[in-house]
């Protein structure tokens, strides 16, 4: 396991240092590549095949068979280790890819969406393997919450990069072509998480089934908890590209989405150096009050549209710090042995809060002040209801 480190950029050199923590982050960096690229190329490849309303079909399909079979998979992995469990899905996952590529252009959309659900239900496990291996291979305090910095900051800048890197190989080749490149990052992720899963976690974490980590009450608080800033991140995105639409500067909505990466990366990795000093479960509610402040300065730019420019950055800056002291927060109250399905379940709790942020918002896309009072709210609720819990998870989380 790797020590405790100290603070600022040694913090990431001493976690980077320890062995195999290199090719795990590498490894993480690829897996959420892999999952970036994958929804742009099937949108844009059924769409070339067939229709835009096809393609949205296709991917909610895909999505929903990935969602509901995510804490499977997961336990899955706790029972039989990351090897057996990687190189079955995977090849499946291949060969489903392959099945679906196939049947686009002339089977029936039932037939279309069945075969993407399945290939959903078959996604590899990767991320919340790399997560359940982060938190096998730290020990709780700086380590681990340095570990769950970076690996909220590589997903940040997998969601920048990857949709993009997709996008324009698939209008420069064809996106059939471009399934190609997502496959074998797929298969070099799985390959470095077989390769970093030490023989000995393996064989002390066996899942003992049940319910799974879901039976235990805090970590119930934690998936629902979890909701919040996701809920709030997908919110401000659609909030922003609707206010840069309705301004006439069109244009700046990906501007915008870009500025909020970049606050949030440079806030991850600010809080992976120096944030290790409290608990998960005090910086939670302090995180939450802070994304409330951050979206109270939406309504600043609606005077002087130039603002955003400032505002965007720091309405991101909390993103990666959030997500990170969740997933901190899902490592202390993990029942043991269910580390992979619990990271399983926050994953859908995640996709499940940021489902709901563009939600929450569609009904007031004309009264963007509106949205932004109902968003404070929110975040401002969860933050208090993230203080009221948080001795009771103390004491579950114990050492942490």
């Avoid at 090849?91 to 039932?110: C, R």
């Avoid at 002390?204 to 119930?220: C, I, L, Q, T």
């Avoid at 002291?325 to 109250?333: G, I, N």
């Amino acid at each position: 396991m790797s020590k405790e480190s100290g603070t600022g950029v040694q913090a990431y050199r001493a976690l980077l240092g320890e062995r195999g923590m290199r090719r795990l982050a590498v490894a993480a960096l690829v897996a959420r590549l892999t999952m970036s690229m994958w929804s742009v190329v099937l949108f844009l490849l059924v769409a070339d095949r067939r229709d835009e309303s096809s393609a949205a079909l296709a991917l909610a399909a895909y999505t929903v068979g990935q969602a509901l079979t995510a804490p499977a998979r997961g336990r899955w992995i706790d029972r039989r280790g990351a090897r057996p469990v990687l190189l079955v899905t995977t090849s499946l996952y291949i060969l489903l890819v392959a099945a679906l590529v196939a049947v686009i252009e002339d089977a029936s959309m039932l037939v279309i969406a069945g075969v993407a659900v399945l290939t959903g239900a078959f996604m590899p496990p990767v991320a919340a393997t790399i997560r359940g291996l982060w938190i096998a291979l730290t020990l709780p305090g700086k380590g681990r919450h340095t570990a769950m910095a970076l690996d909220a900051v590589l997903l940040e800048v997998a969601f920048v990069v990857g949709p993009a890197a997709a996008g324009l190989l698939a209008t420069w080749t064809d996106p059939a072509v471009a399934v190609l490149p997502v496959i074998a990052l797929l298969v070099l992720s799985a390959v470095s998480v077989i390769r970093s899963e030490p023989a000995d976690q393996v064989l002390s974490s066996r899942s003992k089934g049940g319910w799974g980590p879901v039976a235990s009450s805090p970590f119930r608080t934690t998936l629902l908890l979890a909701l919040v800033p996701s809920l709030a991140s997908a919110a401000v995105e659609v909030l922003l590209l609707t206010i840069s639409h309705s301004g006439g500067y069109e244009w700046a909505g990906g501007l915008l989405l870009a500025g909020m990466a970049v606050g949030s990366l440079v806030g991850g990795l600010v809080f992976g150096a120096y944030g290790s000093g409290r608990t998960p479960q005090s910086w939670l509610p302090i995180m939450l009050l802070l994304t409330a402040c951050g979206i109270l300065m939406l309504l600043l730019g609606q005077a002087e549209p130039w603002t955003f420019v400032v505002v965007a950055p720091l309405v991101g800056a909390t993103t990666a710090p959030c997500l990170a002291t969740v997933f901190s927060l899902s490592a202390a109250t993990t029942p043991p042995g269910q580390r992979t399905e619990a990271q399983s379940w926050v994953n859908t709790s995640l996709a499940l809060g940021f489902a709901m942020g563009a939600l929450v918002v569609a009904p007031f896309a004309d009264q963007v002040d509106v949205a932004v009072v109902l968003l404070v709210v929110i975040a401002a609720v969860g933050a208090l209801a993230a203080r009221l819990v948080g001795p009771s998870l103390a004491r579950h989380a114990g050492a942490e």
